[in-house]
Nanobody, 118 residues
Framework: VQLQAFGGGLVQAGDSLRHSCAVS????????MGWFRQAPGREREFVAS????????YYADSVKGRFTISRDNAKKTMFLRMNSLKPEDTAVYYC????????????WGQGTLVTVSS
């Protein structure tokens, strides 16, 4: 599984932004796809995930209600829509994938930086 992330940028608090993650390789129906982020000086943390099929979603409490994870099966692309951005959302965002039988995310895309100014 190869992942290529797009998106990121500099925005103001309250703005919205969308990340994309193009996926290639294996059939994705048995995979979880996730978004993680790492803020300066902090450990990487889980943001959201989606079971590619049937599309079940999970969110960190810190982003619930503001971020939406989704996927386009035909385009093999995963998205993270981020609304009502806060300065504390500033981080490098990564997309990742794991087989549903694994507990570890084994495949990672490159990080994309999101900076939210107050």
């Amino acid at each position: 599984v190869q992942l290529q992330a797009f998106g990121g940028g500099l925005v103001q608090a309250g703005d919205s932004l969308r990340h994309s993650c193009a996926v290639s390789g294996r059939t994705l129906s048995n995979y979880y796809m996730g978004w993680f982020r790492q803020a300066p000086g902090r450990e990487r943390e889980f943001v959201a995930s989606i079971r590619w099929s049937p599309g079940s979603t999970y969110y960190a409490d810190s982003v619930k209600g503001r971020f939406t994870i989704s996927r386009d099966n035909a385009k093999k692309t995963m998205f993270l829509r981020m609304n009502s951005l806060k300065p504390e959302d500033t981080a490098v965002y990564y997309c990742a994938a794991r087989h549903f039988a694994s507990t570890e995310y084994s495949y990672w895309g490159q990080g994309t930086l999101v900076t939210v100014s107050s």
